[in-house]
């Protein structure tokens, strides 16, 4: 499915601090995790990863370093700060709100259209 | 995933060579940069060949996936602002359509050195005198030359007539009018004060213009203080070859006995002075690449260095025995070093890789500090008690507000570095504090210009 760009660039900081929550990763893994958790809807373009890793370390939520595989390559693994922590319960909050909202008002609508409610248990 | 060492695929090993290579050419993605990506390519390769796809499909499939390359490098250009800084190019058409442009740029910046130099000499020619109306020159000399530089950053940054008007002509204007409309005292200290900070004050202007009037964006403002920073440099290196220039010509002329002394004097400097502005901030613009290796060097230098003169200064001080009475030029001069100091870190900190771990250097520059934010609080009391002495007079309410306000910026500065070092704190922070602080220059200069004048009766 095509996910509107707002919606995934507002997303996109709370999942990978999500994701490095649950430990150490780096970008090519972190993107693997997304589309799994996402069961394949969500896909971003790989390469902007990358800038939004940096941007996160920059801002001081993130802290890389570099690994040597077991393949022997040299990997950049993000390991999340406690203010990143921080930023993440910040986000988790704000976005129950916003989850919770939408919920409600969409209990009250009417249901969603046929193409996409068949498409949805066809996985 | 499995890590299992594939044997050398010769053809996917020449073609991620390849594509290394053209990534490479995006200069605002850094050697590790590219590492990182050329990783997340060999591990989508890894997974495509092992779902079944032969290895030119999966190469073709995963540098798809990993984007269109100009977009991406420019999310890295906007994530790094600092690489940007190094005159990186950020779309194909930018970097076709640059010699063109780049010729007519310098047609455009020798068309304004001239007609700045003009500007300064047009007085002249309707009656004022250098040496006789000295102050009205002193004052008004930013009115004259930066108005031009202001101009060339609305050229080049496409500001566009009316927005650049809108934003530069009110503070030029009231700058015009503080400079000329107030009833100066001959030889007062208001008026020492405005020739001082009017020039500060339309510096910050000219900053407006060179942020295209995107003035809440903070790297942005940090790119302002590259530039001044190297400007500066640019400046003085002109200002040396143009000095030893003009003292060669003087000398050769004066051996076959032609005496052209006064003719340098009146028109080669003046003029040269005013010229070499806008072309020194021309320099910074198209050379960016090449004084970036100077800065990171002269801050290395002179930290260390300045840091001794401030705590030998620091030891002086008492052993020379009473604080209070010292010389009121002193606390001048004292200001003057802070100025410097400020100046040094923010210089620093713009050439910093904001990413980098805390090093030696950084412990430096926070002794750095320290020792001035010492020095700061000494004078300050120093000051605070001449005042309450002998009452508050221009100069002294001139130095003791500057000197709060390098108080306030070195001290949370230093607080801000210690959280650095200690890791709790991103180095970005004291980047940000830095450019969060830059229009607090601006309104004090504008104070000192605009209110001091009648405040303390033009004297």
Known sequence: ?123 | MTAVPKTPDAGLEAQIGQWRGYVQRHRVISPDDVDELEGHLRDRVADLEEAGLTGDEAFAVAVKRLGVLDEVSREFAREHSERLWKQLVLSPELTQASPARSGRELGQVLALAVAAAVAIKVPELVGYDVTEDGPWYARNVGLLVLPFLAGYFAWKRRTGWARSLLLLAPSFALGALAANAYPYTDGGATEVLVVIHLPILLWLVVGLAYVGGDWRSHPRRMDFIRFTGEWVVYYTLLALGGGVLVGLTLAGFAAIGLEISSFFAEWVLPCGATGAVLVAAWLVEAKQSVVENIAPVLTRVFTPLTTLMLLAFLVAIPATGNVVDVDRDLLILVDLILVLVLGLLLYAISARHPQAPPDLFDRLQLLLVLSALLVDVLMLGAMLIRITEFGASPNKTAALGLNLILLANLAWSASLSVGFLRRRRPFSALERWQTTYLPVYAAWAAVVVVVFPPAFGYA
């Open chain 1, 1 to 123: 499915m095509h996910i509107d760009k707002d919606l995934v660039a507002a997303s996109a900081t709370p999942l990978v601090l999500g994701i490095l929550a649950e430990g150490e990763s780096y970008g090519y893994a972190i993107l693997k995790q997304v589309n799994e958790l996402s069961a394949g809807e969500m896909t971003w373009t790989d390469g902007m990863m990358y800038p939004l890793l940096h941007r996160l370390e920059r801002l001081g939520y993130v802290r890389a370093c570099w690994r040597v595989a077991a393949s022997g390559r040299r990997r950049r693994h993000y390991a999340i700060t406690p203010a990143g922590v921080q930023l993440l319960s910040e986000r988790r909050r704000q976005w129950a709100v916003v989850t919770h909202a939408l919920n409600r008002v969409w209990a009250e609508a009417a249901p969603l259209a046929p193409a996409t409610a068949v498409a949805g248990p066809s996985r």
